[in-house]
């Protein structure tokens, strides 16, 4: 119903800026959330940031607040996460994900759809 494609991850020097694009086809709705997450080896995934689609209001953890934006193109059906001062601390596979309603941001189980994560490494 809804496929996920992210891109922009890479290998970057602490200190670095990378901006990662997240393209959404199938069928989609204004009333949908975006949201980004991130899986570090070991871990468990973790909320980074959202956006609904519609009035384009945005949610942070509070780790990522002041590094990290999230923005969405509606005309492309694509967000993005833009990623500044990345720490090795920021090393992850990161997800795009869909959320078909409203609340509840930062649940990984509340979210209905994933794309296939991107690598970021951030070497000291």
């Known amino acids: 119903q809804v496929q996920l494609v992210e891109s922009g991850g890479g290998l970057v020097q602490a200190g670095a800026s990378l901006r990662l694009s997240c393209a959404a086809s199938?069928?989609?709705?204004?009333?949908?959330?975006m949201g980004w997450f991130r899986q570090a080896p070991g871990k468990e995934r973790e909320f980074v940031a959202a956006v609904t689609w519609g009035a384009g209001s945005t949610y942070y953890a509070d780790s990522m607040k002041g590094r990290f934006t999230i923005s969405r193109d509606n005309a492309k059906n694509t967000v993005y996460l833009q990623m500044n001062s990345l720490k090795p601390e920021d090393t992850a596979v990161y997800y795009c994900a869909v959320k078909i309603s409203g609340g509840y941001y930062t649940l990984v189980y509340k979210y209905n759809y994933w794309g296939q994560g991107t690598q970021v490494t951030v070497s000291s």
């Open positions: 199938g069928r989609t709705f204004s009333s949908y959330v």
